[in-house]
């Protein structure tokens, strides 16, 4: 047995560095790191990423590429079948669909982006002014987004650009009116529940200043949610813009959004499907992008739903 | 329980009288007159008419007429329909607009909580990830597209159903399918996640300690605790179908209450506008009332009383 | 008194992102009827995974039997089929969990969560069934049981959903109840009453109890065996006299020193410094090694055998090898006048 071969000198004292025993054992990951280690693990999101990424690109080098623009009409060759000269074909004024997708993916993405990045600044102010003060600031400030709330989204939208003039500007502050109030409640939320934790009640006893707790504590911890809000925010905003412009109030021409050319398409779809398969391609194909990065980063930063 | 449906009606009667004043004055800051946009009237012609719908008044009376005929049902005439009431078109689509969101409403509960529960019993299998690549393109293929997909495949390619109208049962389908889409692929997210969460939870052990079989634990213990995050869904299903019916009810060409709010959007008929967006609130507020009722009946430990349940 | 559970080398081990936990490294240990067997040890020390293995309830897969047996009436656990171990859980062997708040359906009443298990177990009515929940609701201490059985958990206090927890518990008169924690929730004068009635209804029913828990008070209380787990492994066991009076592992010692006592007047109590090892990487040696006060080079790589100290007591360590200095507990590991149930 192993008693056996054991010298007298074994059972000299150990001296256990003091250090060494504090330390914790195992190797704990920061959360971010920890978070961003399953993201990457996550296939599907990190595609969606690379998606994003490349329509990004495209939206820029899409139209120089293909030698057309996206407004220059030629209706000698209006409802042109995909060929070498039009990539995507042309739509019924004779306009190159192929330039158009991704000017069209630039106001989409660029209405997406702004609208979530209005939602974020205005849903952080309001909500974490209502969550850090509490009490009746508090409740009024939260009443008034449950009233706002309580009316549908796309209902107050669609009176909003009945009554305001078109334009790419009036699209998105009619889609934050009330957009924003999503983003408020979960960052009052966050701060509210932040608040009464245990770990910030621990630092502050510990004597941790105000602005060590806001960037230690605060920020990172409330971060996850509003991210995983923001990312999922962008592929709401392109789906409400091209539902209004299937009711024809989305953006006006010359500007050309994906919604828009869906919704010019789907007239003539049953004889020139091709029309409506680009834009409502890329359509489904942003929305999916964005959901499922959204999803993984739902998944990286809450690990307690694995 | 009396006392909660009180002081909800009370709130519902509030919210309402919001929304009519609200969209009063968004209709008053519209630009253009309602007969703007038809061919030139005579200022004769145009005072006269005016007078005819009130529009002389001061705003402060218009206002009040419209309070008052409001909450008696009464949105007057049509601007662009002569001779035909708000309250009239309402009643004339609003069943067509019904039966088809009953359907959606049916085939996204159920299939969804049905996905849902699969996603969630085969965990991280093929079951899972097969629900959750419908429900993600669910999400991302937004009803109009659907809508146009489903009419050329089953109505153009194979000619299966009824392109579009609504006369019978077979009519109905397509549409009820492309509205249920999207809700659909939320409740089937939702419930995954909230059945996920019950089959981890200590009574789901409790329960497979007392010994009892996969199955009971999964859908007596699990189903009706996880079920519950659906319930409160149903408050944004009904949103969702409704203005889903926008779109829906303008592809497949049905006389539904849905296609005409959008022709009334186009055509700038302001009354319509406004006595639909009135009506669409009394439902949803009705709605959210008769979820908030059930949530009660489905977990016990929300009271219905006065001091308030869920909202 | 007859041996009913006999659990050999036992080892599970849970396949996480980080790698391999071994959670349970080798636990030995045995219980008879009547008996109360109290698992001690800190958080992660791998005494609730023991415990809910027992009912194979730790989830399969990530964890999974490493190796050892669990033999339960003379069948090994192990190998049964999940068919089978229903059979078997809440009729033979059955549950009471840390937290009586979320231990509970929600949305089930008291009485249909009682009744469950005889109908399944005991072939019972829905009318019989209901009435032996009201006699077991009584036997726990509930007050007005025919009202209480049609209530949900929400109109129970804690105190009051633990006792219907171990009603549920014990509703086909198991011959082993494991109760994991069942006191940690509670408030400290609920804690009491909830052990006292455990140990009525042990001598009521005959029932084997293996208590799991890290409060030494709640073991002098109730136990009549203790075996202290660290790292996964059990370092030391005996009766529960000798565990408080005669402990020869320093970690045991330490678990003493850290216990608060009535009339502990001028000594502080005293923490046991660093924290468990890490077992997705266990060590070789001695798992309590980076913390031990007495630890000596060999504790380092080479785990110590048990060592019979009485008929009883088992002990791993190595300072009860000969070659090893003579160690004194430290004084503050020395208790006086805790009263065990023994």
């Known amino acids: ?24 054992a195992g190797e704990s990951n920061s959360y971010w790191k920890d978070a961003w280690r399953r993201f990457k693990k996550n296939k599907l999101a990190l595609s969606g990423v690379v998606v994003i990424i490349l329509l990004g690109i495209m939206s820029f080098i899409g139209g120089p590429i293909s030698g057309h623009n996206y407004f220059e009409n030629d209706l000698l060759s209006a409802n042109k079948q995909p060929s070498a000269e039009h990539w995507f074909g042309t739509d019924n004024l004779g306009r190159d669909i192929f330039a158009r997708t991704w000017y069209g993916a630039k106001i989409s993405l660029f209405i997406g982006l702004m609208a979530a990045l209005i939602d974020l600044i205005v849903g952080i102010i309001w909500g974490s002014i209502a969550g850090f003060f509490g009490g009746k600031v508090d409740e009024y400030m939260m009443r008034v987004a449950d009233i706002l709330y309580g009316v549908p989204y796309l209902l107050v939208v669609i009176l909003l650009m009945v009554i305001l003039p078109q334009g790419l500007w009036t699209l998105i502050i009619a889609m934050t009116i009330t957009g924003w109030i999503n983003m408020a409640r979960i960052v009052r939320g966050q701060v509210m529940q932040l608040k009464s934790e245990e770990y910030v009640l621990a630092s502050q006893s510990l004597g941790a200043s105000n602005v060590r707790l806001l960037f230690k504590h605060l920020v990172p911890n409330t971060m996850g949610p509003i991210l995983v809000t923001l990312t999922l925010t962008i592929p709401t905003a392109i789906f409400t813009e091209a539902f209004l412009s299937f009711l024809g109030l989305g953006v ?15 007239a003539s779809f049953q004889y020139f499907p091709f029309q409506l398969f680009f834009p409502a391609f890329f359509i489904c194909l942003t929305m999916l992008a964005f959901n499922v990065i959204g999803d993984g980063m739902r998944d990286a930063l809450d690990p307690k739903e694995r | ?21 609200i969209t009063f004055f968004l209709m008053q800051a519209a630009p253009g007159g309602p007969f703007a946009s038809e061919k030139k009237l005579t200022p004769a012609i145009e005072a006269q008419m005016n007078e005819a719908y009130g529009l002389d008044e001061p705003l402060h009376v218009q206002y009040m007429n419209y309070v008052v005929n409001a909450f008696s049902f009464d949105f007057g005439p049509s601007f662009k329909y002569v001779g035909q009431d708000v309250t009239d078109i309402i009643a004339r689509s609003f069943p067509y607009s019904l039966i088809l969101g009953l359907e959606a409403i049916f085939i996204a509960l159920s299939i969804g909580v049905l996905l849902g529960v699969v996603a969630a019993v085969k965990h991280n299998k093929f079951g899972d990830y097969t629900a959750m690549v419908i429900a993600v393109l669910g999400i991302s293929v937004p009803s109009f597209i659907m809508a146009t997909i489903l009419q050329y495949i089953f109505a153009i390619k194979l000619g299966a159903l009824p392109v579009g109208r609504f006369d019978t049962f077979w009519h109905s389908i397509l549409p009820a399918v492309a509205l249920a889409t999207t809700p659909l692929a939320f409740i089937a997210r939702l419930m995954r996640s909230s059945m996920l969460e019950v089959l981890n939870s200590d009574y789901i052990k409790t329960a497979k300690s007392k010994g009892m079989s996969q199955k009971v634990v999964t859908y007596k213990h699990g189903l009706r605790n996880a079920i519950l995050p659906v319930v409160s869904y149903l408050g944004p299903l009904v949103v969702s179908i409704l203005t889903g019916s926008f779109i829906i009810e303008s592809i497949f060409g049905i006389p539904g209450l849905g296609s005409e709010f959008v022709q009334s959007v186009t055509n700038r008929d302001y009354t319509v506008i406004m006595g639909t967006t009135v009506f669409f609130s009394v439902l949803l507020l009705i709605s959210i009332l008769i979820v908030d009722l059930l949530y009660g009946l489905v977990d016990p430990r929300i009271k219905v009383t006065g001091k308030g349940g869920k909202s | 008194m007859s041996k009913i559970l006999e659990v050999k ?26 008996e109360t067997l109290a698992i001690v040890g800190e958080s992660g020390s791998g005494k609730s995974v023991t415990a809910q293995s027992l009912m194979r309830l730790t989830p399969m897969p990530p964890g999974k039997f490493t190796s050892g047996s669990i033999m339960f009436n003379g069948e090994n656990l192990v190998d049964k089929s999940d068919k089978q171990m229903e059979e078997i859980r809440g009729r033979d062997i059955s549950m009471i969990f840390q937290d009586p708040m979320t231990s509970l359906n929600p949305t089930m009443t008291v009485g249909k969560q009682i009744a469950e298990g005889l109908i399944k177990h005991q072939n019972m009515s829905k009318k019989a069934a209901h009435n032996r929940g009201v006699e077991l609701l009584k036997l726990v201490g509930i007050p007005n049981p025919e009202t209480r059985i049609n209530q949900y958990p929400h109109q129970y206090s804690g105190g009051m959903r633990q006792r219907a927890m171990i009603a549920i518990a014990l509703a086909c008169d198991p011959k082993l109840l494991i109760a994991d924690e069942p006191t940690t929730a509670l408030d400290v004068t609920i804690q009491a009453q909830i052990l006292d009635l455990m140990r009525e209804i042990q001598k009521k029913t005959g029932t084997a109890i293996i208590l799991i828990t890290h409060d030494l008070g709640v073991v002098a209380n109730a136990a009549s065996r203790v075996a202290v787990m660290y790292g996964g492994k059990i370092v030391e066991t005996g009766n529960v006299d000798e565990i408080f009076y005669q402990p020869k592992h320093p970690y045991t010692w330490g678990l003493l020193s850290s216990m608060p006592s009535l009339d502990s007047k001028e000594e ?39 060592t019979d100290v009485s008929a009883t007591q088992k002990t791993a360590c190595w300072l009860l090898d000969e070659r090893a200095p003579d160690v004194e507990p430290p004084q503050s590991a020395r208790v006086e006048g805790v009263k065990t149930h023994a």
Request: charged residues 25%; contains cysteine; hydrophobic residues 40%.
């Open chain 2, 1 to 21: 329980m009396a006392r909660y449906l009180l002081k909800r009606l009370v709130y519902i009667v509030v919210s309402l009288f919001l929304i009519v004043t």
């Open chain 1, 252 to 266: 006006p021409a010359p500007l050309a959004s994906w919604g828009t050319m869906s919704s010019d398409a789907l």
């Open chain 3, 268 to 306: 502080e109590l005293e923490a046991i410094p660093g924290s468990p090892p890490d077992l997705k990487d266990p060590p070789k040696g001695c798992p309590f090694v980076t913390r031990c006060p007495y630890a000596m080079k060999v504790c380092e790589n080479h785990m110590p055998e048990y």
């Open chain 1, 1 to 24: 047995m192993a008693q056996t071969q054991l010298k007298d000198s074994d059972f000299e004292p150990l001296y256990v560095d003091e250090n060494e025993a504090e330390k914790i």
């Open chain 3, 9 to 34: 080398d036992l080892s599970i081990a849970f396949e996480t992102y980080g790698g391999e936990v071994q959670a349970v490294r080798g636990v030995e240990f045995d219980l008879h009827e009547q």
